[in-house]
């Protein structure tokens, strides 16, 4: 499932690198030390900037590596706790149980993404929603995208 959030966000993938260039650079190793051999062997790593990093992982996550994948997703979501903590704390209003929503109706949903905007900007917004899987639908993800594509340029 994560590959296909990869995808969706394949133009933005850079600054999804950016946010977590530091965890890229000093714990990939310890995750997977053969992966990271691997992705990084003919580079000095420190010295990497964020678009060589992402041209570096960039054909491993299209060619499908989930532990990659989600180890990424729990660095991003994790660099960036305030979000995460808003939405809980707003889902958690929705349903207790808040991971299994399956669709957040449109009236709270465009409260919680106004709310969110106003916060984080767009792009973050954007960047979370689809990263941590939050249940909006197609129509909102769409509106969040071009949001994200306008906060971006």
């Known amino acids: ?73 729990e660095r991003w979501v994790y660099r960036h706790a305030e979000i995460y903590q808003f939405f809980v704390e707003r889902l958690s209003v929705i349903h207790p149980d808040f991971e299994t929503i399956k669709e957040i109706e449109k009236e709270h949903a465009t409260k919680m993404v106004d709310e969110a905007i106003r916060r984080f900007g767009a792009l973050k917004t954007y960047l979370f929603s689809i990263l941590n899987g939050v249940a909006f639908t197609p129509a909102t993800l769409q509106e969040l995208a071009l949001l994200a594509k306008d906060d971006r340029q």
């Open 1 to 73: 499932m994560n590959q296909s959030k990869f995808k969706q966000l394949d133009d933005l993938f850079q600054l999804i690198i950016s946010d977590i260039k530091k965890d890229i650079k000093s714990e990939l190793v310890k995750f997977d030390r053969k992966l990271f051999q691997k992705i990084f062997s003919q580079s000095y790593v420190a010295k990497l900037s964020s678009k060589e990093l992402a041209d570096l992982l960039h054909p491993e996550i299209q060619t499908g590596n989930p532990a990659l994948e989600d180890w990424m997703i």
